[in-house]
C-alpha cells in the first residue's frame, strides 16, 4: 500500500482572496465571460476541476504489456502511465523529485525504469526510487518515500477507460459515473467481446478555452449551421438528403433523438432512437467513404444474410457520451479535450478498432476495421475543423470586457419540456441547452468546494 | 442504401460515385508501394527523365496554390489514393487512424466542401505558398511505374498569421499516354502525430 499525502492549500499570495463569487459567474440560464478568459480561473480549474473529479487518463489497450508507458496529462500535470510489471496501471508524476525535471519525454515505449537525464537519479515502474550517483553525498536517507515519484492518489478503471483523481472523497469510479456507465456499456457491447483498441489518432489544437469543447460535446443546436458544409457534401448527389447528419436539418426537436443529463458533469446525446432498427440501419446512414461500395459487395457475397450487422460495426454509433471533464466518446472514436492554457487546448480523436473473438474471423476483423477507420476519419476531416473554427471565434467574441455573458437558456422556462426522470436523470430534447446548464453547476460545485486531496507516494 | 449497383464488365464504375477500387488488396499493394522504394541502386540519375517529374512536383503544387482544383485532379488518376498518415513511419491503413486517407470520391468531397462557402475553417480561405524540393526519383520493378521523393513547405496565411507545414512526399506515377499520373501520394507532415491547428486545406 502506498503512503498518502495530503494536499493543504498552496501558498498564500499577497491579498490573495477567494477568486470570485462563483454564483455570479454562473448563473441558471448564463455563464460571464471570464469562466473562459481569466487565467486565474483557468489556474483552479486545473486543481479544482482536473484533479477534483474522476478525469479521463488513457485506455487501457494503449498499454497492453508489461512495463508499457505513455505520457499524458492530468490538467497540466506532466503523467507517465505505466503498467508495472505486476500488471498495476499507475499514473506516476512525470517529474524527478531531485529538482523537478521531467523524466520520460517520449509519448510511448515499455520500460522497468525512468532515469532522469539532469542529474541520473533513476526510478522504477513503480515510483520508487531505485538509486542515486554518488549517494555517498547525501547526509539524508534516500529511503525516504517522500523521494519517491508522486502518484495520482487514486486510478481506477472502467472497461479499459482508465480515469484518476486526488480527491479522497470522491466516490469510487463506477459509482461516480452512475447511469452514464449502462451507456458506455452500450457503446462497447456493440463490439465483438465488447471491446475496442484505441489505434492512433486525428489530433487538433485550438487557440480557445477547454470547456468550449466540453459545451459542444451535446450540443444538438449548433449542428445544421456549424457543419453546414459537411451536410451538404454528405448529401451532394441528387436524390440524397438522407445521409450523415442530415436528420439535423429539419426540425430535430421533433425527432425520436434527445440528451439526458446523468449527473457530475456527464450527459449523452442518443440518436439511435432515429434509426431504423435492423441489422444494417446504421450502415444506411453511412454517407460515402473510401472503400465502402467494394466491401460492402464482398461482405455480401461472403457474409451472406450476415453482412449488414457485420457493416454496422463499421458504421458511427450514434450516440455522444460525455464524461466531465474531458471524455467524449462520440461515433467510434474516444475524445479527449486536454487544457494547454486559458485559450489554448487539445482535441484529441483516437481511433477505435474491434478484435477479433472468435465470432467473425480474422479477414472480416481486417476488413470491418479498414472501412472503420474511413469512416473516423470523415468526421474529424470536415466536420470537428468548422467547430474549432467557431470556438476559436467564440473566444475571441469573448474579449469584448463589456459584453459579459454566455447564454445557456435554450429550452428554459418552457413548460414540459425539460423532465426530471424518477432516477435523477434529466431529459430534453435534441437541441436543449439543459446539458450545459448542467454541468455547470457541477463546475461551479467543484470550484466553490476545497476538496480533500492527495498525492501518493511509494511507502 | 442509395450506393450505385456492383459494376459490369461492360459499365466501369465511376470512381467520383462510388468507391469499388479500394480494397484489401488495393491497402496491400499500396503499403509494399511505400516500402523500402527509397533505394539508391533504384535512383534515376538522368537529369531529362528527373526534370520531367520535378516540373510534375512544381506544376502540382503552383495549381493547388492557384485553387485550380480541377486541374489539380487532372493530374491523378481516376483511381487515386491521397493519404497522410499519422505517424512517422505510415502504418497499414486498415488499422491505423491516418490524418487523411482518401479515395477520388473524398478527395472531390474535400473540394466540394471548400467550395461550399459554409466551411468556416477555411472562411475567409487559406492563401498558400508552397516551395518543393529535392526532387528524386527511383524506378520500380515496374517499367511504367516511378516513385518520387520530395521535401515540401507550405506556408500558410489563415487568420491573419503566416505558418509552416513542412515534411516530405512520395508520389506514386504511372505512364499515361505520352505524360504521368499520379496513382497515390503519401503526405507525411513532420509533426503528423502531435495536434495541429485548422488542417484543412489541401496538402
Not at chain 1, 485506455?59 to 508489461?66: D, T, V
Not at chain 1, 520520460?104 to 537525464?117: I, T, V, Y
Not at chain 1, 486526488?166 to 467481446?193: F, K, M, Q, S, Y
Request: hydrophobic share 35%.
Amino acid at each position: 500500500m502506498t503512503a498518502l499525502e495530503k494536499v493543504g492549500a498552496p501558498p498564500t499570495r499577497l491579498g490573495g482572496t477567494a477568486l470570485y463569487d462563483w454564483d455570479c459567474l454562473v448563473q441558471e440560464d448564463r455563464a460571464h465571460r471570464l469562466v473562459y478568459t481569466d487565467p486565474a480561473i483557468f489556474e483552479a480549474e486545473m486543481t479544482q476541476i482536473f484533479g477534483g473529479t474522476w478525469t479521463y487518463l488513457a485506455h487501457e489497450s494503449e498499454i497492453p504489456n508489461a512495463n508499457d508507458f505513455i505520457t499524458r496529462r492530468l490538467g497540466l500535470r506532466p503523467l507517465i502511465i505505466v503498467r508495472d510489471a505486476e500488471g498495476k496501471i499507475r499514473a506516476l508524476y512525470n517529474r524527478c523529485t531531485h529538482r523537478g525535471t521531467t523524466l520520460c519525454r517520449f509519448d510511448k515505449g515499455n520500460s522497468k525504469s525512468f532515469q532522469c537525464p539532469y542529474h541520473g537519479w533513476n526510478f522504477l515502474n513503480t515510483g520508487r526510487l531505485r538509486g542515486v550517483p554518488w549517494p555517498e553525498g547525501y547526509a539524508a536517507d534516500l529511503r525516504d518515500p517522500k523521494y519517491n515519484l508522486a502518484q495520482v492518489a487514486r486510478v481506477e478503471s472502467y472497461r479499459g477507460f482508465v480515469f484518476g483523481t486526488l480527491n479522497l472523497d470522491a466516490l469510487p469510479l463506477t459509482e461516480h459515473l452512475g447511469p452514464i456507465a449502462t451507456v458506455i456499456d452500450e457503446w462497447l457491447d456493440r463490439n465483438p467481446g465488447g471491446e475496442v483498441v484505441v489505434c492512433e489518432a486525428n489530433r487538433f489544437r485550438f487557440k480557445a478555452n477547454w470547456k468550449l469543447a466540453y459545451d459542444n460535446s451535446c450540443d444538438g443546436y449548433h449542428v445544421a449551421y456549424s457543419h453546414r458544409s459537411l451536410l451538404e457534401t454528405e448529401n451532394r448527389f441528387a436524390g440524397e438528403n438522407a445521409k450523415g447528419m442530415a436528420y439535423y436539418r429539419n426540425s430535430p426537436d421533433t425527432q425520436a433523438m434527445y440528451m439526458r443529463y446523468t449527473g457530475h458533469g456527464n450527459h449523452y446525446k442518443d440518436r439511435r432512437p432515429n434509426l431504423e432498427k435492423r441489422p444494417g440501419g446504421l450502415w444506411a446512414l453511412e454517407s460515402a467513404h473510401p472503400g465502402m461500395e467494394h466491401y460492402e459487395a464482398e461482405f455480401i457475397e461472403r457474409y451472406g444474410e450476415r453482412a449488414f450487422s457485420l457493416l454496422d460495426l463499421a458504421g458511427s454509433e450514434p450516440v455522444n457520451i460525455n464524461v466531465f471533464p474531458n471524455l467524449s466518446l462520440l461515433g467510434n472514436h474516444i475524445q479527449v479535450f486536454e487544457p494547454v492554457s486559458v485559450d489554448e487546448t487539445n482535441a484529441v480523436w483516437y481511433g477505435t478498432m474491434i478484435v477479433d473473438d472468435g465470432s467473425i474471423g480474422a479477414d472480416g476483423v481486417r476488413d470491418i476495421n479498414a472501412l472503420r477507420m474511413r469512416t473516423q476519419e470523415g468526421f474529424p476531416n470536415f466536420g470537428e475543423v468548422d467547430d474549432i473554427a467557431n470556438f476559436e471565434q467564440i473566444q475571441r467574441g469573448l474579449m469584448a470586457v463589456e459584453d459579459e455573458w454566455v447564454y445557456m437558456h435554450r429550452g428554459l422556462g418552457i413548460p414540459d419540456r425539460v423532465k426530471t426522470n424518477v432516477d435523477g436523470t434529466i431529459t430534453a430534447p435534441a437541441t436543449d441547452e439543459a446539458f450545459m446548464r448542467e454541468h455547470f453547476k457541477e463546475w461551479k460545485r467543484l470550484m466553490q468546494t476545497r476538496a480533500n486531496l492527495a498525492i501518493r507516494r511509494e511507502p | 442504401m442509395n450506393a450505385p449497383k456492383a459494376p459490369t464488365p461492360s459499365q466501369p464504375p465511376d470512381p467520383s460515385r462510388s468507391s469499388y477500387y479500394i480494397s484489401d488488396a488495393l491497402y496491400g499493394e499500396l503499403i509494399a508501394g511505400f516500402t523500402d522504394w527509397q533505394d539508391d541502386t533504384r535512383a534515376v540519375t538522368d537529369v531529362g527523365a528527373r526534370d520531367e517529374f520535378r516540373r510534375l512536383i512544381e506544376r502540382e503544387a503552383r495549381l493547388l496554390d492557384q485553387f485550380r482544383y480541377d486541374d489539380w485532379l487532372a493530374m491523378y488518376l481516376p483511381e487515386c489514393v491521397y493519404w497522410a498518415p499519422s505517424t512517422p513511419n505510415a502504418g497499414d491503413p486498415r488499422r491505423e487512424i491516418a490524418v487523411m486517407f482518401d479515395d477520388r470520391r473524398r478527395l472531390e468531397d474535400r473540394i466540394y466542401r471548400i467550395n461550399t462557402g459554409f466551411a468556416w475553417s477555411q472562411a475567409p480561405q487559406s492563401r498558400t505558398v508552397r516551395l518543393v524540393t529535392n526532387v528524386e526519383v527511383f524506378a520500380t520493378a515496374t517499367s511504367n511505374v516511378r516513385m518520387l521523393r520530395s521535401n515540401f513547405l507550405i506556408s500558410e496565411f489563415w487568420d491573419k498569421e503566416t505558418r509552416m507545414l513542412t515534411g516530405w512526399a512520395g508520389h506514386r506515377v504511372v505512364r499515361s499516354g505520352d505524360g504521368w499520373k499520379i496513382a497515390a501520394k503519401q503526405i507525411n507532415l513532420l509533426e503528423c502525430y502531435q495536434a495541429i491547428r485548422n488542417l484543412s486545406i489541401i496538402l
